[in-house]
């Protein structure tokens, strides 16, 4: 008895539990018949293998694939997302009730999928009875006009994005018509389609839109549906960027009346309409972008007056000469008192403008850069602007400064940029008082003197002092106590030593320095920067161009774990590369060159800087072998050891390496066999190899020229020691943009297969044994610059090789050229070097000679 009752209690959970199995009840697993009908989609979707995680196997749940979003409690499907599988592929047709079985489905993502439609008789409208659907996306497809009629069944639909298709609107009008049936449609987003201004009309019934997206269209000319606009009662936000849209006006005076409009975007049209009458009933437009229109001249804002919730206003790129002064009719401006930015950058405004815009008394953002701004800035000017917060003034002509004794009244100032002007003499002492600064470019000015109105600038973050002639000293004393700034840059000015000579403990932790090409006044070295001494956090540094003596400051690399770039390039920094003994795994880029480092590139260098991609160490005196390890480096990419004292042999697998783009061991004392390892080149573009001993005969065998090879673009190989013919392979270096083999001993003719060469802009030959005639080529090549001196060329000058419009440099001297100077020469329009010397030549036409000297 009690036996039996243990056992139809046992039976009892068995039965419960695959009940509670069976009906898909809280348990985290997807849903039997949904993962079955995900597998039938995944073929279709499935181009880039990108859905390996759709698994057969049927443990695995469906829930948890890429692209699929579950509800929590029910596990059913709300959200598949299936976007960029078939890209740029050739269109192909949907079975859209591969869908139907996701009941629940809310949002469809089909984006970048070269869908063109969808096979007969099973269109979207299908997908009516997914009564939850809100989002379909379906922009970047090749859907044309005859899909809309099926969409407009979906009328649960809130989002809905056709961007980037073949849609026209002339075709079917009335299908776009039927989108008023989408009753609950907030956004549409048409834009990157050919639609033309009726659509406007067409769509006018989807009164629920908030938001509409019509950039880059064929809207044109002038825009009369504004009845159709008005009827889109609920519209918030609405971009007609990028069309060709004149004006939106109509003669019968309606006029444009969307009460809830908040942003328009009106730029990369052709607007003229300087009064922006037609805005005067936008009473809610929070932002206005009208730049790059064709707004000039005078610019009349009264009829903006009525925009008295606009926040934002950019009219960057126009023609704009002046602003309609506020003295005119300063009672209405002021009620533009809400305006927080404005854009005016890259107008034709001239200093005038500051006393139009006294209105603005809410400005925070305020940019007038690539203007006509001249002469003195009155700082008398910015006094209404009590808000400003960002000011930008640069690419301007401005001199020097007008300052009151009020000073520069701009205690909220936070962005100041007044780089690219003509500014001169000291900075102005009233920076003092702008407390609040986290960011000033002055660079690109002729500012001298020094830097102590910088000195209290306590929020300051980023500086810019770059190509000026300030004295920076040594100690960076003013900028030391500055103990927010991160990003310092004062390239191209004067370093100078300071009478007394202290050095304080810097309150700041720079991320960037770059103070190149500051020569001192007289001779210093690395550790006299005392300040330097004491960051840690340092990402960038360039240091460049100082003629800094000493030894290499290992304890910058030691002190600052972070670094990233470290550029001390021609300095006269001295003795041995010596590097920290701990691994960096942060160096990226090292650039050393042009100094005078002598010794052995140390063995080191592979395990401290393991994740190096660019290493510079030219113009020093380093001997001794390449490190063979450094072709092991994951990440090296740029590699330049020019202008060395290194011998031996290249390590054949550096060539090879497949990150390596660009190689220069020019002017070193290398020999060895190289040829075998540029053929098995695996990515490398520019490979410059001249100036050595190289030796080897090039392989005239046919080389299956790998994909590997073509990424050639520049080689350089003069001056070594390599022979043999000029392979035919060449021909196939599609990329090849320059090829310098001169000074070797190259013998044999010019094969024909230099005729492909259609990207070759420089050629040069010369100084080898290379005979036969120049090649004849049946189409010419675009090639600027041909140097073939001092081979055994003969037979006539042929020029069928080149075109005539791109041929600047041609030099032929000491050849056994024969037969006359082809007239033709005369129509070559860019020829402006002819070098023929030592040849058999005869002159026919002595003027042809003449004309060249002339160039
Ligand atoms: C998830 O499913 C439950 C039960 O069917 C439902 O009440 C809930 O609204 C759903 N949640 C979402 C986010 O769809
Ligand atoms: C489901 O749960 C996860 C994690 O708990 C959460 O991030 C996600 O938003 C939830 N999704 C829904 C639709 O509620
Ligand atoms: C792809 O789909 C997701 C939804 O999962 C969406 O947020 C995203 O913007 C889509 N587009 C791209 C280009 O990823
Ligand atoms: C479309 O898909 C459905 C569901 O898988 C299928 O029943 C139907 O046969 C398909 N239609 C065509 C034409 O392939
Ligand atoms: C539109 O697309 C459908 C389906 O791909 C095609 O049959 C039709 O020819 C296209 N129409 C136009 C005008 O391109
Ligand atoms: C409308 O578009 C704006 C800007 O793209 C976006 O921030 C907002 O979320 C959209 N509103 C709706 C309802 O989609
Ligand atoms: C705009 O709405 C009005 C009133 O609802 C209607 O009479 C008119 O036909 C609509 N106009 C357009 C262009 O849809
Ligand atoms: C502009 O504002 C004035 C005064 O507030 C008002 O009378 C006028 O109707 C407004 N214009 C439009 C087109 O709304
Ligand atoms: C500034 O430009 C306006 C309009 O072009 C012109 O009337 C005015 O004379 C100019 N002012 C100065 C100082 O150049
Ligand atoms: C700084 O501001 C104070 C108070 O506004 C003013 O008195 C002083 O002259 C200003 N200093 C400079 C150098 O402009
Ligand atoms: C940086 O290195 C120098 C020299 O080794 C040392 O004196 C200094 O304390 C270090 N500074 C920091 C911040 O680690
Ligand atoms: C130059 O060409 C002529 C005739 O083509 C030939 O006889 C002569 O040997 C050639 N001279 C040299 C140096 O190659």
């Not at 000015?445 to 190509?467: D, I």
């Not at 972070?562 to 691994?583: D, F, T």
């Amino acid at each position: 008895m009690v036996m039996e009752f243990k056992w139809l209690w046992f039976l009892r959970i068995v039965v419960l539990s695959v009940l509670l199995v069976w009906e898909g009840a809280p348990t985290d697993a997807c849903l039997e018949h949904e993962r079955i009908a995900l597998l039938q989609l995944k073929p279709f979707f499935n181009h880039y293998n990108e859905l390996v995680d759709w698994d057969e196997v049927t443990s695995s749940d469906c829930c948890q694939w890429k692209g699929i979003e579950c509800n929590n409690t029910s596990s059913r499907l709300i959200g598949l997302s299936l976007n960029s599988t078939r890209y740029g592929d050739e269109g192909w047709y949907l079975n859209v009730s591969l869908f139907l079985p996701f009941v629940e489905l809310k949002s469809l993502y089909l984006q970048g999928n070269a869908i063109a439609g969808c096979i007969e008789n099973e269109g979207f409208a299908k997908l009516s009875v997914l009564s939850n659907l809100e989002v379909l996306e379906l922009s970047e497809n090749q859907l044309n006009d005859s899909i809309i009629l099926s969409l407009s069944e979906l009328s649960s639909l809130r989002y809905l994005s056709l961007a980037f298709n073949q849609l026209e609107g002339l075709s079917r009008p009335n299908d776009f018509q039927q989108l008023s049936r989408l009753v609950n449609l907030e956004t549409l987003y048409l834009s990157w389609n050919s639609l033309t201004n009726d659509i406007l009309f067409h769509i006018s019934g989807i009164s629920s839109l908030k938001n509409l997206s019509l950039r880059s269209n064929l809207l044109a000319g002038k825009l009369l549906h504004i009845q159709g606009l008005n009827n889109l009662t609920n519209l918030i936000y609405l971009d007609l960027n990028s069309n060709k849209i004149e004006s939106i006006s109509n003669q019968d005076g309606t006029q444009l009346r969307l009460t809830k409009l908040e942003q328009l975007d009106l730029s990369g049209n052709l607007f003229r309409d300087n009064t922006f009458s037609f805005l005067e009933g936008l009473p809610s437009l929070k932002s206005l972008d009208m730049s790059t229109n064709d707004l000039h001249g005078s610019l009349d804002i009264k009829k903006m007056s009525n925009l008295t919730s606009l926040k934002k206003l950019n009219l960057n790129f126009n023609q704009i000469e002046s602003l309609q002064s506020s003295k005119d009719d300063g009672t209405k401006l002021q009620k533009l008192t809400q305006l927080e930015e404005l854009n005016l950058n890259g107008n034709l405004l001239n200093n005038s403008v500051f006393a139009s815009l006294h209105g603005f008394s809410n400005l925070k953002s305020l940019d007038i850069s690539h203007n006509q701004l001249q002469g003195s800035l009155d700082m008398k000017d910015f006094d209404a602007f009590t808000s400003l917060r960002e000011l930008y003034i640069s690419n301007n002509q401005l001199k020097d400064f007008v300052i009151q004794k009020g000073g520069c009244d701009l205690k909220n100032l936070e962005v100041w940029d007044l780089s690219w002007n003509a500014f001169e003499g000291m900075l102005p002492h009233c920076l003092v008082n702008l407390t609040s600064l986290r960011e000033l470019d002055v660079s690109n000015n002729q500012f001298s003197g020094n830097l102590n109105p910088l000195a209290n600038l306590a929020s300051l973050e980023y500086l810019s002092l770059s190509k000026n002639h300030f004295q920076i000293p040594v100690s960076f004393t003013p900028l030391v106590d500055l103990p927010n700034l991160k990003f310092l840059y004062g390239d191209e000015n004067k370093m100078v030593m300071e009478p007394s000579f202290h050095t304080s403990i810097p309150k700041f932790q720079l991320k960037v320095i770059s103070v190149s090409k500051c020569i001192p006044s007289q001779k210093l070295s690395f550790e006299h920067l005392t300040f330097l001494h004491h960051q840690y956090d340092l990402k960038f540094v360039d240091l460049s161009g100082n003629n800094f003596s000493g030894t290499v400051p290992i304890w910058l690399l030691e002190n600052n774990t972070n670094l990233e770039h470290l550029i001390l390039r021609s300095n006269a920094l001295s003795g041995p590369l010596s590097l920290p003994s701990a691994s960096s795994f942060n160096v990226s880029s090292m650039d050393m060159s042009d100094n005078k480092l002598q010794g052995q590139i140390p063995l080191n260098i592979c395990s401290t800087f393991l994740h190096l991609s660019r290493l510079f160490l030219s113009k020093n005196a380093m001997e001794g072998n390449i490190p063979s390890c450094l072709s092991g480096m994951k990440n090296l990419s740029v590699l330049d050891l020019s202008n060395n004292q290194l011998s031996g042999s290249v390590p054949e697998e550096l060539i090879m390496k497949s990150s390596m783009r660009i190689m220069r061991l020019s002017n070193n004392n290398l020999r060895g066999n190289v040829v075998h390892a540029i053929l098995k080149v695996n990515g490398l573009k520019n490979l410059y190899l001249d100036g050595n001993n190289f030796s080897g005969e090039m392989t005239t065998t046919d080389v299956s020229t790998s994909e590997f090879l073509t990424s050639l673009a520049d080689i350089d190989l003069s001056n070594n020691k390599l022979y043999g013919k000029l392979p035919r392979w060449i021909g196939n270096l599609s990329s090849l943009g320059r090829l310098a083999l001169s000074n070797n001993s190259f013998e044999g003719s010019i094969p024909m297969e230099f005729c492909n060469l259609n990207s070759l802009e420089f050629l040069e030959l010369s100084q080898n044994n290379l005979s036969g005639s120049l090649p004849s080529c049946s189409s010419p090549l675009n090639i600027q610059h041909v140097h073939l001196h001092e081979n055994r060329l003969s037979g006539p000058l042929s020029l069928d090789f080149c075109n005539s419009d791109s041929l600047v440099t041609l030099d032929l001297r000491g050849n056994n050229l024969t037969g006359s100077i082809p007239k033709s020469i005369s129509a070559f329009s860019s020829l402006s070097v002819l070098l023929l010397k030592a040849n058999h030549l005869q002159e026919q036409d002595s003027r042809t000679r003449d004309t060249f000297r002339r160039r």
